[in-house]
């Protein structure tokens, strides 16, 4: 009996995630050191909270609109409410306006559906859990730090690893270190980029990015990237034999059958090659 595992792409089995909310000016720096190491984030951004564009920019300015497509390029962007209120004390109805009214502003900037979110000020109850769904949001990240590397289990209730003044260093020394290919592991990193200038920490995400760039075992992701990754993987219909797997999604996902690393195309595969 041969043992059959959901791998991230190449058979990795460690993935990385960063979630940074409210689009403010230091942004810029953060994707810097990002895109430097090769790590993905994804940006949680108010559409009603935007300058104009002729506003003088001050450190605690939030992006403007003619500079989110490019900015955040090879990144996510995704929803923070359009106003940014405390979601569990507002009427259902107008938490359903904050969300879509956000979604049409930031679909007007850049060319995808926008579907991820952060719940502002961490707030969020059983009701609007039940309402993003029907909004079209996929994920929605309250905050905190859970320590661990474990693979949500609500989407709905995504729990990070980790803000990244809550051990962050530590955790990514621990994280590069796990060797067991049998699990999957996922670290998440929040926080807002302004915090590394009040804190003037700025060498921490420089320290973590070069760090964890340098584990070839890790898969760098965006969250929604990751998330239809995950649900695509649940989707593969393989024959009883095992000898045939179908994959309906777009998209390739990859699995290993006992120590042979394969990747699944969109459509039928036939497992019994190159075994
Ligand atoms: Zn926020």
Redesign the pocket.
């Known amino acids: 009996m041969k043992t059959y595992y959901i791998t991230y792409p190449h058979g990795k089995y460690k993935a990385i995630t960063l979630s940074y909310?409210?689009g403010k000016v230091q942004d810029r720096r953060l994707i810097d050191i990002l895109n430097r190491y090769g790590l993905k984030g994804t940006f949680?951004l108010?559409g009603g909270l935007f300058p104009t564009e002729d506003e003088v920019e001050t450190p605690d300015s939030r992006i403007k609109k003619s500079e989110v497509a490019s900015l955040y390029q090879g990144h996510e962007v995704a929803c923070?409410t359009y106003t940014?209120p405390t979601i569990a004390r507002c009427p259902i109805d107008k938490v359903a306006d904050e969300v879509i009214m956000d979604r049409q502003v930031l679909e007007e900037l850049v060319d995808y559906p926008v579907c991820g979110f952060?719940y502002?000020?961490g707030s969020y109850n059983q009701a609007i859990q039940q309402l993003l769904p029907l909004l079209g949001i996929e994920y929605a990240r309250p905050v905190g730090s859970t320590k661990n590397f474990s693979i949500p289990e609500n989407w709905y209730e995504w729990q990070p690893t980790c803000h990244h003044n809550n051990g962050l260093i530590a955790l990514a020394e621990e994280f590069t270190q796990l060797h067991k290919s049998q699990y999957l592991y996922l670290m998440y990193v929040w926080g807002?980029s302004y915090e590394f200038d009040h804190d003037e920490n700025w060498e921490l995400m420089e320290e973590f990015a070069a760090h964890v760039s340098k584990d070839e075992s890790i898969w760098f992701v965006t969250n929604i990237e990751y998330k239809r990754y995950m649900e695509a993987s649940k989707r593969l219909v393989f024959t009883n034999k095992g000898d045939k797997v179908y994959n309906p999604n777009a998209q390739t996902v990859w699995i290993r059958i006992n120590q042979y690393v394969f990747a699944v195309k969109p459509g039928m595969n036939d497992l019994s090659k190159n075994q």
């Open positions: 909310d409210d949680h108010n923070h940014h952060s502002p000020n807002h």
